[in-house]
Protein backbone atom coordinates (compact mmCIF):
# COMPACT_ATOMS: atom_id res chain seq x y z
CA UNK A 1 0.00 0.00 0.00
CA UNK A 2 1.39 3.28 -0.44
CA UNK A 3 0.70 6.72 1.59
CA UNK A 4 -2.37 8.22 -0.06
CA UNK A 5 -4.48 11.24 0.77
CA UNK A 6 -7.72 10.39 -1.13
CA UNK A 7 -7.21 7.00 -0.65
CA UNK A 8 -7.16 7.65 3.54
CA UNK A 9 -5.25 4.65 4.87
CA UNK A 10 -5.33 3.65 8.79
CA UNK A 11 -2.91 5.18 10.83
CA UNK A 12 -1.34 2.86 13.57
CA UNK A 13 -0.35 4.70 16.58
CA UNK A 14 1.67 3.19 18.39
CA UNK A 15 1.52 4.05 22.30
CA UNK A 16 -1.54 5.36 21.57
CA UNK A 17 -3.12 5.88 25.13
CA UNK A 18 -0.27 7.50 25.94
CA UNK A 19 1.20 11.40 26.54
CA UNK A 20 1.52 12.04 23.07
CA UNK A 21 0.41 8.90 21.01
CA UNK A 22 -3.75 9.73 22.55
CA UNK A 23 -3.43 13.31 21.48
CA UNK A 24 -1.82 12.15 17.92
CA UNK A 25 -4.92 9.54 17.72
CA UNK A 26 -7.54 12.14 18.76
CA UNK A 27 -6.16 14.71 16.21
CA UNK A 28 -6.41 12.34 13.47
CA UNK A 29 -9.72 11.25 14.27
CA UNK A 30 -11.14 14.86 14.60
CA UNK A 31 -9.78 14.87 10.94
CA UNK A 32 -11.46 12.01 9.98
CA UNK A 33 -8.67 9.85 9.56
CA UNK A 34 -8.80 5.82 10.53
CA UNK A 35 -6.44 5.25 13.56
CA UNK A 36 -5.81 2.05 15.49
CA UNK A 37 -4.25 2.15 19.06
CA UNK A 38 -1.00 0.17 18.83
CA UNK A 39 -0.41 -1.13 22.66
CA UNK A 40 -0.91 -3.89 24.95
CA UNK A 41 -4.89 -2.70 25.23
CA UNK A 42 -5.01 -2.02 21.29
CA UNK A 43 -7.55 -4.17 19.62
CA UNK A 44 -5.90 -6.06 18.36
CA UNK A 45 -2.63 -6.23 21.08
CA UNK A 46 0.59 -4.90 20.07
CA UNK A 47 3.15 -5.41 22.48
CA UNK A 48 7.52 -4.53 21.85
CA UNK A 49 8.44 -7.56 23.81
CA UNK A 50 6.07 -10.18 22.12
CA UNK A 51 7.04 -9.85 17.81
CA UNK A 52 4.48 -12.46 17.23
CA UNK A 53 1.49 -9.48 18.34
CA UNK A 54 2.85 -6.93 15.32
CA UNK A 55 1.39 -8.18 12.01
CA UNK A 56 -2.22 -8.01 13.21
CA UNK A 57 -2.14 -4.46 13.93
CA UNK A 58 -0.22 -3.64 10.90
CA UNK A 59 -2.84 -4.83 8.72
CA UNK A 60 -4.43 -2.56 6.24
CA UNK A 61 -1.93 0.75 7.86
CA UNK A 62 -0.05 3.28 5.47
CA UNK A 63 1.42 5.21 8.41
CA UNK A 64 2.49 4.49 11.74
CA UNK A 65 3.33 6.93 14.89
CA UNK A 66 6.64 4.99 16.48
CA UNK A 67 6.79 5.69 20.07
CA UNK A 68 8.64 3.24 21.80
CA UNK A 69 8.18 2.39 25.59
CA UNK A 70 9.78 2.80 28.06
CA UNK A 71 12.84 4.36 26.52
CA UNK A 72 15.09 4.17 23.58
CA UNK A 73 17.80 4.09 25.99
CA UNK A 74 16.90 0.46 27.26
CA UNK A 75 19.23 -2.15 26.28
CA UNK A 76 17.62 -3.88 23.15
CA UNK A 77 15.64 -0.77 22.18
CA UNK A 78 17.11 0.46 18.55
CA UNK A 79 17.71 -3.59 17.44
CA UNK A 80 13.58 -3.82 18.16
CA UNK A 81 12.38 -0.79 16.63
CA UNK A 82 14.71 -1.29 14.10
CA UNK A 83 13.02 -5.09 13.51
CA UNK A 84 9.31 -3.15 14.15
CA UNK A 85 10.44 -0.70 10.93
CA UNK A 86 11.38 -3.09 9.08
CA UNK A 87 8.72 -5.28 9.26
CA UNK A 88 6.30 -2.01 8.89
CA UNK A 89 7.34 -1.19 5.10
CA UNK A 90 7.68 -5.26 4.28
CA UNK A 91 3.87 -5.19 5.09
CA UNK A 92 3.58 -1.70 2.93
CA UNK A 93 3.61 0.87 5.36
CA UNK A 94 4.59 3.98 3.57
CA UNK A 95 5.40 6.79 6.06
CA UNK A 96 6.75 6.62 9.48
CA UNK A 97 6.89 9.35 12.25
CA UNK A 98 9.84 8.19 14.95
CA UNK A 99 9.51 9.92 18.50
CA UNK A 100 12.66 9.86 19.80
CA UNK A 101 14.70 11.64 22.24
CA UNK A 102 16.85 14.95 22.06
CA UNK A 103 20.48 14.44 23.09
CA UNK A 104 20.15 10.75 23.38
CA UNK A 105 22.62 8.95 22.04
CA UNK A 106 20.83 6.06 21.97
CA UNK A 107 17.38 7.15 20.49
CA UNK A 108 19.95 8.35 17.58
CA UNK A 109 20.85 4.96 16.82
CA UNK A 110 17.34 4.29 17.03
CA UNK A 111 16.62 6.84 14.10
CA UNK A 112 19.48 5.44 12.07
CA UNK A 113 18.01 1.51 12.22
CA UNK A 114 14.38 3.31 11.02
CA UNK A 115 16.19 5.82 8.56
CA UNK A 116 17.86 2.54 6.61
CA UNK A 117 14.15 0.76 5.96
CA UNK A 118 14.03 4.08 3.81
CA UNK A 119 10.47 4.79 4.49
CA UNK A 120 9.15 8.32 4.16
CA UNK A 121 10.04 9.70 7.33
CA UNK A 122 10.61 12.06 10.16
CA UNK A 123 12.18 11.87 13.10
CA UNK A 124 9.99 14.42 16.03
CA UNK A 125 13.11 14.57 18.70
CA UNK A 126 11.72 16.42 22.36
CA UNK A 127 13.08 17.18 25.60
CA UNK A 128 11.74 16.66 28.50
CA UNK A 129 7.49 17.07 28.19
CA UNK A 130 5.70 19.37 30.15
CA UNK A 131 3.27 16.40 30.78
CA UNK A 132 5.40 14.31 33.23
CA UNK A 133 4.03 16.66 35.87
CA UNK A 134 0.89 15.70 35.48
CA UNK A 135 0.48 11.88 33.18
CA UNK A 136 3.56 10.17 34.12
CA UNK A 137 5.71 10.05 37.11
CA UNK A 138 5.91 13.16 38.86
CA UNK A 139 2.12 13.71 39.65
CA UNK A 140 2.05 11.82 42.88
CA UNK A 141 5.16 14.15 44.17
CA UNK A 142 3.10 17.13 42.79
CA UNK A 143 0.14 16.38 44.62
CA UNK A 144 1.67 15.20 47.94
CA UNK A 145 3.34 18.58 48.05
CA UNK A 146 6.83 17.47 47.40
CA UNK A 147 8.96 17.27 44.44
CA UNK A 148 12.37 15.55 45.09
CA UNK A 149 14.46 14.97 41.75
CA UNK A 150 18.27 14.83 41.21
CA UNK A 151 17.50 17.28 38.79
CA UNK A 152 20.70 19.89 40.00
CA UNK A 153 20.53 23.46 38.49
CA UNK A 154 20.37 22.69 34.92
CA UNK A 155 17.34 24.09 32.80
CA UNK A 156 15.32 22.50 30.28
CA UNK A 157 13.33 23.90 27.83
CA UNK A 158 9.80 21.67 28.72
CA UNK A 159 7.96 21.46 25.53
CA UNK A 160 4.15 20.67 25.61
CA UNK A 161 2.69 16.89 24.63
CA UNK A 162 0.27 18.91 22.45
CA UNK A 163 2.85 20.54 20.15
CA UNK A 164 4.39 17.08 19.84
CA UNK A 165 1.39 16.14 18.51
CA UNK A 166 0.56 19.01 16.29
CA UNK A 167 3.94 17.88 14.25
CA UNK A 168 3.52 14.37 14.70
CA UNK A 169 -0.34 14.96 12.86
CA UNK A 170 1.10 17.38 10.29
CA UNK A 171 4.39 15.21 9.39
CA UNK A 172 1.49 11.60 9.48
CA UNK A 173 -0.86 13.46 6.78
CA UNK A 174 0.86 16.78 5.05
CA UNK A 175 3.30 17.21 2.47
CA UNK A 176 6.68 18.75 3.48
CA UNK A 177 7.55 17.20 6.50
CA UNK A 178 9.34 13.74 5.00
CA UNK A 179 12.90 13.72 5.82
CA UNK A 180 12.89 16.25 8.38
CA UNK A 181 14.06 15.92 11.95
CA UNK A 182 12.36 18.34 14.52
CA UNK A 183 13.71 19.00 17.33
CA UNK A 184 11.41 20.03 19.90
CA UNK A 185 11.21 22.38 22.98
CA UNK A 186 9.15 25.13 24.63
CA UNK A 187 9.87 28.73 24.23
CA UNK A 188 11.77 29.08 27.20
CA UNK A 189 14.79 27.24 29.70
CA UNK A 190 13.27 26.55 33.74
CA UNK A 191 15.25 24.61 35.96
CA UNK A 192 13.18 21.82 37.91
CA UNK A 193 12.64 24.04 40.79
CA UNK A 194 11.64 26.88 38.32
CA UNK A 195 8.77 24.12 37.60
CA UNK A 196 7.78 23.18 40.19
CA UNK A 197 7.64 26.75 41.66
CA UNK A 198 5.08 27.74 38.49
CA UNK A 199 2.89 24.66 39.40
CA UNK A 200 2.92 25.61 42.39
CA UNK A 201 1.85 29.31 41.74
CA UNK A 202 -0.46 28.12 39.16
CA UNK A 203 -2.95 25.77 41.35
CA UNK A 204 -2.30 28.27 44.31
CA UNK A 205 -0.73 25.32 46.48
CA UNK A 206 2.65 25.46 48.46
CA UNK A 207 4.89 22.42 46.40
CA UNK A 208 8.63 22.56 47.29
CA UNK A 209 10.93 21.19 45.00
CA UNK A 210 13.78 19.14 46.83
CA UNK A 211 17.26 18.90 45.39
CA UNK A 212 18.45 14.48 46.00
CA UNK A 213 20.87 12.62 45.39
CA UNK A 214 20.91 10.19 42.06
CA UNK A 215 21.19 6.80 44.63
CA UNK A 216 18.47 8.55 46.59
CA UNK A 217 16.41 9.37 44.48
CA UNK A 218 16.84 5.78 42.68
CA UNK A 219 16.21 4.29 46.22
CA UNK A 220 12.69 6.07 46.96
CA UNK A 221 11.52 5.40 43.26
CA UNK A 222 12.10 1.40 44.26
CA UNK A 223 10.49 1.51 47.58
CA UNK A 224 7.28 2.89 45.86
CA UNK A 225 6.97 0.42 43.68
CA UNK A 226 8.18 1.88 40.29
CA UNK A 227 9.58 -0.76 38.00
CA UNK A 228 13.21 -1.50 37.80
CA UNK A 229 13.78 -0.84 34.40
CA UNK A 230 11.80 2.52 34.64
CA UNK A 231 13.99 3.47 37.25
CA UNK A 232 17.28 2.73 35.21
CA UNK A 233 15.69 5.15 32.73
CA UNK A 234 14.63 8.06 34.96
CA UNK A 235 18.49 7.53 36.45
CA UNK A 236 19.75 7.72 32.92
CA UNK A 237 17.55 10.72 32.21
CA UNK A 238 18.72 12.59 35.30
CA UNK A 239 21.91 11.54 35.76
CA UNK A 240 23.31 11.73 32.34
CA UNK A 241 21.10 13.01 29.64
CA UNK A 242 20.57 15.96 32.28
CA UNK A 243 24.13 17.42 32.01
CA UNK A 244 23.25 20.57 29.94
CA UNK A 245 23.61 19.46 26.71
CA UNK A 246 19.91 20.36 25.94
CA UNK A 247 19.94 23.80 27.65
CA UNK A 248 19.07 25.73 24.80
CA UNK A 249 15.68 26.18 22.74
CA UNK A 250 15.41 24.83 19.44
CA UNK A 251 13.32 25.79 16.41
CA UNK A 252 11.24 22.54 15.68
CA UNK A 253 7.56 23.77 16.30
CA UNK A 254 8.36 26.64 14.91
CA UNK A 255 9.60 25.13 11.44
CA UNK A 256 7.09 22.32 11.32
CA UNK A 257 3.94 24.43 12.08
CA UNK A 258 4.76 28.00 11.27
CA UNK A 259 4.03 29.16 15.00
CA UNK A 260 5.91 29.54 18.61
CA UNK A 261 5.29 26.45 21.01
CA UNK A 262 3.41 26.36 23.85
CA UNK A 263 4.78 28.01 26.99
CA UNK A 264 5.30 25.82 30.37
CA UNK A 265 2.94 28.96 31.68
CA UNK A 266 0.04 28.65 29.79
CA UNK A 267 0.46 24.23 30.52
CA UNK A 268 0.41 24.85 34.23
CA UNK A 269 -2.22 27.48 34.09
CA UNK A 270 -4.85 25.02 32.03
CA UNK A 271 -3.58 21.65 33.71
CA UNK A 272 -4.59 23.70 37.43
CA UNK A 273 -7.87 24.90 35.97
CA UNK A 274 -8.38 21.56 34.57
CA UNK A 275 -8.62 20.23 38.52
CA UNK A 276 -6.00 17.30 37.93
CA UNK A 277 -3.38 19.01 40.63
CA UNK A 278 -6.57 19.51 42.99
CA UNK A 279 -6.17 17.49 46.05
CA UNK A 280 -8.69 15.80 48.00
CA UNK A 281 -9.89 17.06 51.06
CA UNK A 282 -10.23 14.39 52.66
CA UNK A 283 -6.48 13.33 52.39
CA UNK A 284 -5.76 16.27 55.19
CA UNK A 285 -3.44 17.65 52.93
CA UNK A 286 -3.40 21.50 52.96
CA UNK A 287 -4.96 22.59 49.35
N1 LIG B 1 8.37 11.56 28.82
C1 LIG B 1 9.29 12.39 28.31
O1 LIG B 1 9.58 13.44 28.88
C2 LIG B 1 9.99 12.01 27.03
C3 LIG B 1 10.91 12.93 26.48
C4 LIG B 1 11.53 12.60 25.26
C5 LIG B 1 11.26 11.39 24.64
N2 LIG B 1 10.37 10.52 25.23
C6 LIG B 1 10.12 9.22 24.56
O2 LIG B 1 8.74 9.02 24.36
C7 LIG B 1 8.48 7.60 24.33
C8 LIG B 1 7.25 7.33 25.13
O3 LIG B 1 7.48 7.73 26.46
P1 LIG B 1 6.35 8.39 27.32
O4 LIG B 1 6.97 8.75 28.61
O5 LIG B 1 5.63 9.48 26.55
O6 LIG B 1 5.35 7.18 27.54
P2 LIG B 1 3.82 7.06 27.18
O7 LIG B 1 3.61 7.13 25.71
O8 LIG B 1 3.02 7.95 28.05
O9 LIG B 1 3.70 5.51 27.60
C9 LIG B 1 2.63 4.77 27.70
C10 LIG B 1 2.19 4.11 26.37
O10 LIG B 1 3.02 2.99 26.05
C11 LIG B 1 2.19 1.83 25.93
N3 LIG B 1 2.99 0.67 26.34
C12 LIG B 1 3.52 0.41 27.56
N4 LIG B 1 4.21 -0.75 27.53
C13 LIG B 1 4.10 -1.23 26.27
C14 LIG B 1 4.57 -2.41 25.61
N5 LIG B 1 5.31 -3.33 26.24
N6 LIG B 1 4.26 -2.58 24.30
C15 LIG B 1 3.50 -1.69 23.64
N7 LIG B 1 3.04 -0.54 24.20
C16 LIG B 1 3.32 -0.33 25.50
C17 LIG B 1 1.01 2.13 26.84
O11 LIG B 1 -0.16 1.41 26.50
P3 LIG B 1 -0.53 -0.01 27.15
O12 LIG B 1 -0.39 0.14 28.62
O13 LIG B 1 -1.93 -0.25 26.68
O14 LIG B 1 0.43 -0.98 26.56
C18 LIG B 1 0.79 3.62 26.53
O15 LIG B 1 0.08 3.77 25.31
C19 LIG B 1 9.72 6.91 24.87
O16 LIG B 1 10.43 6.29 23.81
C20 LIG B 1 10.54 8.05 25.44
O17 LIG B 1 11.92 7.86 25.34
C21 LIG B 1 9.74 10.80 26.39
Known sequence: MTYDDNNNPTTLVLGGTGKTGRRVAQRLTTLGRPVRIGSRSGEPPFDWQNRATWPPPLDGVGSVYVSYYPDLAVPGAVETVGAFARLAVERGVARLVLLAGRGEPQAELAEQAVRET?????????????????????????????????????????????DIADVAVAALTQEGHVGQLYELTGPRLLTFAQAVDEIAQATGREIRYVPVSIDEYAGAAADQGVPAEVVKVLTHLFGEVLDGRNAHVADGIRRALGREPRDFADYARETAASGVWDVPIASGVQR
Not at 123 to 136: A, C, L, M, Y
Not at 141 to 159: C, H, I, K, S
Request: aromatic residues 12%; proline residues 11%.
Open 118 to 162: AAELTIVRPTWFSQNFSEDYLLSPVLAGEVALPAGDTPEPFVDAD
